[in-house]
């Protein structure tokens, strides 16, 4: 028999015990395990525990790339069995250290092999390629006992056992039918039979060839039973399990650039709503979801670390809940990436407070609304409270075809007001802004939102109409603009008495966020608002797309995340 049993390869499952997204509990030397295959056919054998707090894996979600713990949502990856997300955590990306502890595994002649300790090839299996896989039978008894007791297994007379040195036994018959039964060690007193048969046989001849061995095996099983009970039972495996050190879990709750995430959220639906952009809908873990007002966003922290910007939807009396639209971003830093490809719908996910800065105005006379793709979502819910209220405007949506057209359902709410333009070039989207814009009047406002190009180009139809800097109101998504910070100069906070020195290669924010002034921003590149802060003194050099013309001539605020100063000091009102 075998001298060192942690160091042998042992089948410890069947091949068709792994379908597909099932996850398999296995034994072997008293250790339990998660035995599944990914989508992609690779086979995990992994310590059946989740790491936070023990949890068998075994009856947790395999999705096909991550295996997901039942209890508190902690996801692992194929193959690493590195945590991916920890939804208690969901502001910030899992320690490289929260790895599960994995086992080697080979899926051979239609069995899953595995071990503690296991290195190397399996031993040879010539003449079993062809081979049928038996019934597994499980036996109380040692793997020793078992082992010396298959010497005797046979089907005719003519059966002779011999022992491997992996310590199974073949069997052959004198018509040179062989069957290769592997003891699979589950606890010191627990054993599971497992067979090859160098027969593969079809039909009916498949079905009696099955029966056969399944019943000579429970025989044999029966017998061995009675022998064990006679003897004292030996001692349990107690294979060594090593600890997560509480350092690991203990992770804080808010990123490190000061954003705040202060609520969680469960994504309880996820949809496409548009082609490439996405739906998501979010429900408060515990509690109510803070008052928005249409035109707000909410910041996302995502399991990849990044945070994101997204406009809520929502209409009139939807409190219950936040609904969101991501759209893919092909040259992106992999923010919409994430959205689409890792967000399931189950997940917890840290997000912002609502901010509003681009706020809705509901006393005018008339309200033209203009949006571009995924410059819809603020509008829509604009569009929902006036039309909630009965108040006068009209919605101009402009996207590349009918596919295009997001959250259907919502804008079907003002579908006699909405006019979608389809497929228009920049000339034709030009000349039906100009169109569009054509009546600037008393009370009357229009807000645009879309793509950096379509919203300068519509600002600037807009000036050339006749329409006021009051009048117009915008939301960048992003600023594109390339932002110079390699001057150095000096802020004077009013209110704290505090002089600074911001350095070249750094911004306003960094700098009062390491002398503990906690100044909040979301985008953090001169597009939200958010950390917009006012200027006593001093010139500015603005390099937002957030203020507009006016402001930014006025010189009375500051982007304190991308602009900077054009003199040697600014005294700002913080």
């Given amino acids: 028999m075998m001298s060192d049993l942690h160091s042998n390869w042992y089948p410890i499952a069947s091949s068709s015990d792994l379908p597909k997204r099932h996850v398999y509990q296995a034994q072997l030397l008293g250790r339990e395990f998660a035995v599944w295959r990914a989508d992609d056919g690779h086979v995990n054998v992994w310590e059946n525990r989740c790491l936070h707090r023990g949890v068998r894996l075994s009856i947790g979600i395999n999705n096909g790339t991550e295996l997901k713990c039942q209890y508190h949502g902690w996801r692992y990856a194929n193959r690493t069995a590195g945590c991916t997300y920890i939804p208690a955590h969901p502001a910030d990306a899992p320690a490289r250290t929260i790895c599960n502890n994995t086992y080697p595994a080979i899926e051979s002649h239609g069995l899953v092999w595995s071990g503690e300790e296991a290195s190397g090839d399996l031993l040879s299996l010539d003449g079993f390629d062809s081979a049928t896989v038996l019934r597994a039978v499980p036996v109380f008894a040692p793997m020793n006992m078992v082992a010396e007791a298959l010497l005797g297994y046979g089907w005719d007379d003519s059966c002779k056992g011999a022992a491997n040195d992996d310590g199974s036994v073949t069997v052959t018959a004198g018509d040179g039918t062989a069957v290769r039964i592997f003891v699979q060690p589950m606890d010191s007193n627990h054993s599971v039979m497992r067979g090859l048969v160098n027969q593969a046989p079809a039909g009916a001849g498949r079905a009696e060839l099955l029966q056969t061995h399944s019943w000579l095996m429970q025989e044999l099983r029966d017998r061995v039973e009675v022998l064990a009970a006679k003897q004292e039972a030996p001692a349990p495996y107690e294979p060594v399990i090593a600890k997560v050190s509480e350092d690991l879990v203990d992770i804080p709750a808010l990123g490190t650039d000061g954003r ?103 006393d005018a006379e008339h309200t033209v609304f203009i949006a571009g793709g995924i410059g819809v979502t603020p509008m829509i819910a604009m569009a929902r409270a006036l039309n909630a209220q009965g108040l006068s405007f009209e919605f101009h949506y402009f996207v590349q075809s009918d596919d295009h057209v997001a959250f259907k359902q919502q804008i079907g709410e003002f579908e006699r007001a909405l006019t979608i333009h389809k497929g228009l070039s920049p000339e034709a989207t030009g000349a039906k802004l100009k169109e569009v814009l054509a009546e600037p009047g008393f009370a009357r406002h229009v807000y645009i939102c879309g793509p950096g190009p379509m919203l300068e180009a519509t600002r600037g139809i807009a000036a050339s109409q006749g329409w006021t800097d009051e009048a117009v109101h915008f939301e960048y998504f992003a600023n594109t603009a390339e932002v110079d910070d390699s001057t150095a100069f000096e802020v004077d906070l009013a209110r704290s008495a505090l002089t600074l020195q911001v350095p070249a290669g750094k911004t306003i924010l960094e700098v009062l966020r390491e002398h503990g002034i906690d100044m909040p921003s979301s985008c953090e590149q001169g597009a939200c608002g958010t950390c917009r802060c006012g200027v006593i003194e001093g010139e500015v050099i603005h390099q937002d797309v957030y203020l507009s013309n006016a402001e930014k001539a006025e010189g009375k605020s500051i982007m304190t995340c991308v602009s900077r100063a054009a003199s040697d000091r600014l005294i700002l009102d913080i």
């Fill in 260 to 362: 705040k995430a202060e609520l969680r959220v469960q994504l309880v639906k996820k949809e496409m709503t548009a082609e490439g952009i996405v739906s998501l809908r979010l429900e408060p873990i515990k509690g109510q979801l803070p008052t928005f007002q249409p035109g707000a966003h909410i910041d996302v922290h995502l399991p990849n670390g990044l945070v994101r910007q997204y406009s809520i939807t929502n209409g009139p009396g939807e409190t219950d809940h936040y609904t969101i639209g991501v759209k893919r971003e092909g040259d992106g830093r992999g923010g919409s990436a994430a959205v689409h490809d890792s967000l399931q719908e189950g997940d917890v996910l840290a997000i912002s407070a609502p901010r509003n800065n681009f706020p809705l105005r509901r």
